[in-house]
Each structure stands twice: as C-alpha cells, then as structure tokens.
C-alpha cells in the first residue's frame, strides 16, 4: 500500500505554477540598481529634464517675482501720472488753445496734484521757416535741428529730472519772459557745451538762451531729453501760441490720479470741459497680467523646449540600455517575468530618471529665484502649486520618453534574447 501511494506520488504532475508578481518595491528597487549601475550616463541623461523643470520653476517664480514688483513701480510713477490734451479744434474748428494762462495754477489747486504744467512743441510762425539750435551766433558752426518744447515749470517739476549740473528755470524766469532753456547731458555734448560755470549760451532761431541746467535723465515724459525745453511765456512772446498739439502734464499724490483725471477739465474750462481729454492711468491689473502673460509665453516656450530635449535623453539612453540587456531581459523572461513586467520595469526606470530630474531642476531653480531676488532687492515670490507640480512634470517626461523603450524591451523574446 504505502510503495502504491509513493508511485501515485511520483507520478503525479508537478502543481501549477501561480502568476508571478512585481510590487511596486521591486520596481524602485530595480529602477535605483539600474540607475547606479552607470551613474555617469544616468546623470547626464537626467541634464536635460533638469534644465528643463529648472527653467519651469525659475520662469514661474521669477515672473511672479518681477510681477510683484511692478505693482510698487506702476503706484509710485505711472499711478501718479494725468495727461490733459487740448482737443478744442476737433470740438469747434474756431475754437482758440484750450489752456488758459493761468492753467498750473488751476490744476495746482486740486486736492492731491503735486506738480502740473502745460508744454507744447513750439513752431516756428512761418511753415517753411526752422528753429535751428546752435551753439554760436548766427553764420557761425555746431548746427543742430532739435525740438524745441515749450514748458511751463511745473510740467518740468512734474517729470521729475535729475539734474547734473545747474538748476531748472522757475516762475521768476516765466513771469520775466527770460531766455533761458534747459538741455539734456547728449544735446549738450553735441553742442560742445561742458560746463555751466561760463554761463554758455545756445542760439534757437537766431536767438539767444542762457542755459541753466542740463538734465541727466527724467521719471516722466522721457521724450524731452531729445528736446531743448524753454519757458512756455517766453515761446509764445517769439513764436506765438500753439494752435494744437498742447498737453497738461499732472504728477499726483498716489491714490489722487483718477479723481484728479475728473476735475481737471472743469477746472480748466469751466466753460468749455469738452474741450480738453483727460488721460487717467491705465488699470495696474490689466498692466501686470499682460506683462505677466508675455514673459510667461516666452520662457515657458524655453522650458518646454529643455523638456523635450531631456524627454529624448532620456528615450535615447533607455533604448541604448534595453539593447545592452537583451540578455537579462531574455533571462527574466525565462523566469517567468511576463511582458508587462518588463514594461514596467523600464518604464520605472525612465520614470526615476526623470523625477530625480525634476527634483533637482526644482531646487535649481528655487535657487535662481532666490538669488535673483536678493541681488534686485525683490521680495521672492513662490506659488506652492508649482513647487509640488514641477517634480511631476519630470516624472511624467520619464514615463513618456520611456514608452517606447519599454514596448520594445517587453517584445524581446526569451530564446533569441538567451541565444544572443
């Protein structure tokens, strides 16, 4: 009985062999061997996730950063700006300037206006007539054709300049009619004019003008630097006034610019307020989410580009390795390994590839934001959601780039891979 039951037991076929498993474990086991089998080639494949996850976190964080900071720009300058414009001939073509005389003192009075004044390219009486600004008398040489703007001193206070040498014409020198002007550092230097302390003069149409000051740069209305700037009651006893083409510039107290936008032509003209257009500053959100938006368009641009060169990388080193392991795939087959294990395998692989990737590139680029910040003096700004999401962006270029390499590794099969 018992060699009957030892020969049924001898007999009997081997018991079924159950599915074989591949925990998730094994697989960042298996992925970190890969990997730290040749350091070299995995750190240099991991390059171009890096730079560009690195690009990601720096673009987002920089441009948040600089977005930050043109909130504070825009309310000390562009949110304490009004431009008053004289558009009486397109109301009424008889109509005469629409500035009175006495127009920064109007708008001087406003609650909130800190400096206002009116300013106008002067021209000459006659069309076929210049004003050509030299440096010596008449038939002498250093001819310059420059524009010459009429403006009334606080429109000079209202553009803030910074002065190098000299001082800016004030009331005393409107209320005289004095011939004296003001030039920026270049007009100066094209005009041989180095210094004030021999009290040079310049010759506009024949005439002469001491000069009193020369500007080095100016906050607003940067377009009179190209410009000789005379006394506005002086342009008119020359040249006479304006018949279109003034403008009123108003620097306000911060906060004061709209209500300022809205009084300022009744106040000018209580008659006549159609006469002249208020241009208020524009909305600093619209401002900040265009700026914001054009430099996120452009770099983002950047970091997709390191993103799929690094994608590439990494399906280009990934397919070179399941080359390399045609036999170790071959043997893992024999195994009992089931074409989706290899799959995963290799998917894992390029998957860790690109997350420690992504890791490092977001470190990098937090760094970058840091020190940009602290070189400019900014406050560094960071939002959270892209922090956590920059490390995925890497992983998923991993598993993206690794598909192919991964479907081709699963194909091989067990007896040419063990033949080889």
């Not at 500035?99 to 609650?111: G, K």
């Not at 009429?150 to 000299?166: H, I, V």
């Not at 106040?267 to 524009?282: G, N, S, T, W």
Request: glycine letters at 10%; charged letters at 20%; one cysteine or more.
């Amino acid at each position: 009985m018992l060699s009957r039951n030892r020969k049924a037991r001898d007999t009997a076929p081997p018991p079924p062999i159950g599915h074989s498993t591949f925990v998730p474990r094994d697989l960042l086991a298996e992925a970190l061997a890969g990997m730290l089998q040749r350091p070299a080639r995995s750190a240099l494949t991991m390059l171009g996730t890096v730079l560009g996850v690195g690009a990601f976190v720096a673009v987002l964080g920089l441009t948040a950063t600089a977005s930050s900071q043109i909130d504070s720009r825009f309310n000390v300058l562009s949110a304490t700006e009004v431009t008053v414009e004289d558009i009486a001939r397109d109301q009424n073509e008889f109509a005469d300037a629409a500035f009175p005389d006495d127009a920064s003192d109007r708008v001087e009075r406003l609650n909130g206006v800190r400096h206002a004044g009116v300013l106008w390219t002067v021209q000459p009486r006659h069309a076929a007539a210049e004003l050509a600004v030299t440096a010596a008398p008449v038939g002498g040489t250093g001819g310059e054709t420059l524009n010459v703007v009429a403006a009334a001193p606080g429109a000079l206070r209202a553009a803030e300049p910074r002065l190098s040498q000299g001082r800016l014409y004030d009331d005393f020198h409107t209320d005289t009619r004095q011939r004296v002007t003001v030039i920026s550092s270049g007009i100066a230097a094209r005009l041989g004019i180095t210094t004030l302390e021999t009290q040079p003069a310049i010759f506009i149409g024949g005439q002469p003008f001491t000069v009193t000051g020369i500007v080095d740069d100016v906050r607003r209305q940067p377009d009179v630097l190209l410009s000789v700037l005379v006394p506005h009651t002086t342009a008119v006893e020359l040249w006479g006034r304006p018949a279109q083409g003034a403008r009123m510039l108003i620097a306000t107290d911060l906060g004061a610019a709209r209500q300022v936008a809205g009084e300022a032509p009744t106040a000018l003209r209580p008659d006549h307020p159609e006469y002249l257009k208020a241009v208020p500053p524009p909305d600093p959100k619209s401002l900040r989410s265009s700026v914001t938006s054009d430099l996120e368009q452009l770099f983002l641009l950047l970091a997709g580009v390191c993103l799929v060169i690094g994608a590439v990388g990494i399906a280009n080193t990934t397919l070179v390795a399941v080359l390399e392991r045609t036999g170790e795939i071959g043997l893992r087959r024999a195994l009992g390994a089931q074409r989706r294990h290899v799959t995963a395998q290799f998917l894992a692989e390029s998957g860790t590839l690109g997350a420690f990737g992504g890791l490092i590139g977001t470190a990098i680029g937090t760094l970058a934001v840091l020190v940009v910040a602290l070189v400019r003096e900014w406050t560094p700004v960071m939002h959270p959601v892209v922090l956590a999401t920059a490390p995925l962006i890497g992983l998923a270029t991993g598993v993206v780039a690794g598909i192919y390499p991964a479907r081709r590794a699963s194909s091989v099969q067990p007896a040419e891979a063990l033949r080889g």
